[in-house]
Each structure stands twice: as C-alpha cells, then as structure tokens.
C-alpha cells in the first residue's frame, strides 16, 4: 500500500492529540479525501479545516467506519477495546494511543527508532507507548549502544495536555483567576501534584508501572531497573524528564554527547544554544526529543545526569504514531 492511497481514521479527532495528527497529515499532504474523523456525539457534525478545504466530524456508526486502512486511536481505553478489533475485522489496522494494548503478547509496543522490527508481529493494533516512556527509552537506547544501562531514576515533569483539553482550560482559568476545581482534585496553578494517575498498593502509581513495564518490554529488557516518580506540573504542553542513568562502564561525556547527537530524534543543547537546555515552552511543536544538562555524578563515574523535554502530543503521540504508519507501509505490513 502507498501512504497517500490509505484511508485513515483518527478517532478522537477532537481531543488534543487527534488535533496534532491532523495537523501531521497536512504537512505531509495527505489527501483529504483519505482522510476520515470521528468522535462523540457532541462533536458530530463539526467542521474541522484541513488544508484548503474541511472535514465533517461523524460517529463511529457511520458508514464511513467502515472504510477504514488505518485507524488512529487516542480516546479512553474502554472505547479504544471496543472500536479497534472491528478496524480489525474490516481488514484494517489500528495504531493505538492510549493504555489499552500495550502490555498484550500480540500487540508490538512501538517506537520506530528503537524496536521497528517488532511491527512483523503484529496481528492488526500496534500500541504507542506512554508520553512519559518515549523519550526515556530513546535515551537509554542511544546510550545502549556505548554501554549497557543498568538503572534509571526518573522524575517526570507533566504538561496538563497529557490529561486532555478541558485540563488544559482549567489550567488557564486558573492562571487567570478562576480556581475552581473540576478536571483535578486541587488548583494546578502555582502547583505540583507529585503523582500522576491512581495510586497502586505499592506506593507507586500507574503511570509510574506504566513506564517501568513499558521500557522493559520496548527494549526486550527485562533486567533494566526503572524507579520513576512522575508529577504533574502547571506547564500547557511539553513533558521534561530528570534522569538519573547507572551505566555498567565509565564512558565519556563527549562520547555520550556525541553518540545523543547522532541518534535520530534527538537533539542536544547546550550553552552555544540560543536556549541553552531544553525548556517545554521551547519544544512545543517540535518532533525531537530535546536532552540537555549532561553531567556525571560528582562521587560516581560510571553515574550519568540529564534533563529532557518534548512535545507530548506530537513525538509523544501523533508523531510517533505517524512514523510507524510510515514504517508498517514501508515493510509493506498494512494490505
């Protein structure tokens, strides 16, 4: 199948990542009539611009359903369970974003940079990993290739996007003045939560396994300790990440550098930068993976330091998603 001959579906047009992917389409032309959006009831009949020309938002019961090559899915994981196996079952595929696929056998957990070659298994739904764990897992395996990574202690920075639109609104009323609560349980402005998603029994919260679990199955890595904590933060779009990265040999910092540079999706800044590490209000919109701050632990050589920031709808989401479109018609996966 050729890219521009595919009908694609994004279902959840409307939210913030389905915005995103529409938006990638457009740069790389997609024709509009390959081009299909759904989402809710509310949303029905909506007018969306695309290029020179709109799209009408309908429900998942039309029968342009139906017509589907290529599903994008970013709604909840119960809706996700029930739309994507009748994709399948149309002869389509589904490339889903949220939490509903990604730890089952079958379904390959992708980023193309990484583990490509795990799209021959799929059986119809490849899963894109958490906005949190992309950039994570393309650090340690660039850094994979110099050493092996042993551990990583990760504190996650959380734009409010990654909770949806209406998180993002009550940010800005708040910022404005207004502070009721209603997306979260306290004000998230001039505020941190330190716990994204519900608590589990051992301390941790989902979001926190999601990104243990998720790194460990993307890099076929069952060995690689992950200790995150992940926090929300009062920040529109981009995610930041501090690692803290063990390393079984002591290798250089121009090494590490360098190997960062080369790796595809990354960027490195420095203080020859016009921003001189990378900040969220700066990667809005960008598709790399933005590292800064490397240093080595003052007492532990063989101990690495840095600070991440990326778009967390666009590489953490629409992008990624996009890239194995790209990749399963490459390999000529999608019939």
């Given at each position: 199948m050729?890219?521009k001959?595919?009908?694609?579906?994004?279902?959840?047009a409307?939210?913030?990542?389905g915005?995103e992917?529409?938006?990638?389409?457009?740069?790389?032309?997609?024709?509009a009539?390959?081009?299909y959006?759904?989402?809710?009831?509310r949303?029905?009949?909506?007018?969306?611009?695309y290029?020179?020309?709109e799209l009408?938002?309908k429900t998942?019961?039309?029968?342009?359903?139906?017509?589907?090559?290529?599903g994008?899915i970013?709604v909840?994981?119960?809706?996700s369970?029930?739309?994507?196996?009748?994709?399948?079952?149309?002869?389509?595929?589904?490339i889903?974003d949220?939490?509903?696929?990604?730890?089952?056998?079958?379904?390959?957990?992708?980023?193309?940079?990484?583990n490509?070659n795990?799209?021959s298994?799929?059986?119809?739904?490849?899963?894109?990993p958490?906005?949190?764990?992309t950039?994570?897992?393309m650090?340690?395996?660039?850094?994979n290739s110099?050493?092996?990574?042993?551990?990583?202690?990760?504190?996650?920075?959380?734009?409010?996007s990654?909770?949806?639109k209406?998180?993002v609104n009550?940010?800005v009323n708040?910022q404005?003045?207004d502070?009721?609560v209603?997306?979260?349980?306290?004000?998230?402005a001039?505020n941190?939560?330190?716990?994204?998603?519900?608590?589990?029994?051992?301390?941790?919260?989902k979001e926190?396994?999601?990104?243990?679990?998720?790194?460990?199955?993307?890099?076929?890595?069952?060995?690689i300790?992950?200790?995150p904590t992940?926090?929300?933060?009062p920040?529109?779009?981009?995610?930041?990440e501090?690692?803290?990265?063990?390393l079984?040999?002591?290798?250089?910092?121009?090494?590490?550098?360098?190997?960062?540079?080369?790796?595809?999706?990354?960027?490195v800044l420095?203080e020859?930068d016009?921003?001189?590490y990378?900040?969220?209000?700066?990667?809005?919109?960008?598709?790399d993976v933005?590292?800064?701050?490397?240093?080595?632990?003052?007492n532990?050589?063989?101990?690495?330091?840095?600070?991440?920031?990326c778009?967390?709808l666009?590489?953490?989401?629409a992008?990624?998603?996009?890239q194995?479109?790209?990749?399963?018609?490459?390999?000529?996966?999608i019939?």
């Amino acid at each position: 199948m050729n890219l521009k001959n595919a009908n694609i579906g994004i279902i959840g047009a409307t939210g913030a990542v389905g915005v995103e992917a529409l938006k990638l389409l457009s740069e790389i032309n997609h024709p509009a009539d390959n081009i299909y959006l759904f989402a809710s009831d509310r949303s029905k009949g909506k007018k969306i611009k695309y290029k020179n020309t709109e799209l009408s938002v309908k429900t998942t019961d039309s029968e342009d359903f139906n017509k589907i090559d290529v599903g994008l899915i970013s709604v909840s994981s119960e809706i996700s369970k029930s739309l994507a196996p009748k994709i399948v079952k149309n002869g389509g595929v589904v490339i889903d974003d949220g939490s509903a696929y990604r730890m089952e056998k079958n379904v390959p957990l992708v980023v193309p940079e990484i583990n490509e070659n795990d799209l021959s298994f799929h059986e119809g739904i490849v899963s894109i990993p958490n906005c949190t764990t992309t950039p994570l897992v393309m650090v340690i395996d660039a850094i994979n290739s110099l050493t092996k990574v042993k551990k990583v202690i990760v504190s996650t920075y959380q734009a409010v996007s990654g909770t949806g639109k209406e998180a993002v609104n009550e940010l800005v009323n708040q910022q404005s003045g207004d502070q009721s609560v209603d997306v979260y349980d306290f004000p998230i402005a001039n505020n941190v939560f330190p716990h994204v998603d519900d608590f589990l029994e051992d301390g941790f919260t989902k979001e926190e396994h999601k990104m243990i679990n998720e790194t460990k199955k993307i890099l076929h890595d069952q060995e690689i300790e992950v200790i995150p904590t992940c926090v929300r933060v009062p920040v529109r779009i981009g995610h930041s990440e501090s690692l803290c990265i063990s390393l079984e040999n002591d290798i250089s910092i121009e090494e590490i550098v360098n190997c960062l540079n080369n790796y595809s999706g990354i960027k490195v800044l420095g203080e020859s930068d016009e921003t001189p590490y990378p900040m969220p209000l700066y990667v809005e919109g960008e598709k790399d993976v933005f590292v800064g701050r490397i240093r080595k632990s003052l007492n532990n050589s063989k101990e690495l330091n840095l600070w991440l920031s990326c778009d967390n709808l666009i590489k953490g989401a629409a992008y990624n998603a996009l890239q194995i479109l790209e990749s399963m018609i490459k390999k000529e996966l999608i019939k």
